[in-house]
Structure formats: C-alpha cells, structure tokens
C-alpha cells in the first residue's frame, strides 16, 4: 500500500470512529425546527446549547415557552421543561400543549442543574429546556462554570436541543445566545397568545458557525472555568 493510499485508509478509520468530528467543512449545522419563526429564522443548533436571556417579567419568556410546549404537542415529540424555581403555570400554556411535556419541578437552580444532566444524559429527548429566569442571582452566582461545559458535551454526544432561559448572560459555552427584546403592556393582553407569539423580538448577540465545540475546546473552556 502506497503512502497516499495509508493516508486516505487513515481518514476513513478516522471518519468512521469521530463522525461528529468529521462531518464536513460547511458552516452549516443540522438545526431544529422549534416552530417558533423567530427562533427558526436563525437556526436552532442540534448538539449545542441555546441561551434565551430575560432580565425582565415582561419580555414575553413564558410566551417563548409555550410556543414550544404547543410545537412539540403540534408535531408530536417530547419536551422536557426543567423548571428551575417551580414557577411554570400549566393552565397559561393549555392542557393540550402539555401532553408532550416532561415536566421537572425544581426548588433551586443547584437543584435544576442536576435535573438537567440527568435528562441530557439519557438523551431520549429532542429538546430539553432549563428554566433559571426566576432563580434568585444568590443561587446563579454559586454555579459552576463548568456545568456549561459538561452540558455542552451531553448535548453534543446526543445531538438533542439544549434550550436555556436566563436573566442574564451565562452559559460561556453557548452556540446561540438570543436577548428578548419585547417590553409588553397590560393592553397587549387584549391580544391572543398566538398573535403575541408573532410579535417576539429575538435579536441574536451570540452565535458560532462551523463545527461543534471538539473536546480540546470543552476542555480548555473547563480550565478556564475552574481557574
């Protein structure tokens, strides 16, 4: 066997053994249809982390939620909501929106955090989203950074959707970061939630292109992290 033939029998081995790695050149990824235009417009990474950041009630997150609780029920896949301070209000998105739901109640983000690598673990579920909007700064600060990296991996391996909604921007290994942009009225209640859904403003701020984060990235982001 020629050199030039050990090294194309090489590549094979290699593409065979780290598909994920070698999946190709392009910047696109494989992106999940969330049914939500505002989000879809942009592309929502398979085998990645999406931030949603609210740092206001009135910024229409819980709207955000249940046009994705209605799109799993539309389309017929699970959702699992990991409620991070017990604060989802099941009537607010419909009984037949949450027939597609997991449902994980959560009395503090510590506790959130462990629900969410054990259901991104399992990595049965195609979408799986955090909730830590509500959850006290005191508790948020106390994270460990690295749990967004570890996160990351599950989310890769699985090629599942990691959706995370926060106050703030947080999670460093995000692919998507999105900031709310709505300010909504007592009188915007008038309106229905579909047409509310409509009128979502989601600006990106954040975004990476190529391929997903390699192992050397997730562990240089984890030393950094810890240091």
Known sequence: ???????????????????????????????????????????????????????????????VINGLLNAAAQHGYHLALIDGQDSFDPQSAGHKAC????????????????????ILRDGNLPMSVLDLRLNPDHELRKLNKQIWYRLQTLVQRSQSVGMILTPRPMVSSATVRFDLGNAFRLKDLESTQQELIKQLLVPVTRRRTGSPLSSETIATGIREAAS
Request: glycine share 8%; hydrophobic share 35%.
């Open 99 to 118: 027939q597609r739901m997991l449902w994980l109640r959560c009395r503090n983000a510590n506790e959130a955090l462990k629900a969410a690598d054990l």
């Open 1 to 63: 066997m020629t050199a030039s033939a050990k090294v194309i029998e090489l590549r094979k081995l290699l593409t065979k053994k780290f598909p994920e790695a070698h999946a190709g050149t392009s910047h696109q990824r494989p992106t999940f249809l969330t049914g939500l235009s505002c989000l879809d417009q942009v592309g929502i990474p398979k085998g990645g982390l999406t931030e949603i950041v609210s740092n206001h009630s009135s910024q229409g997150s819980g709207l």
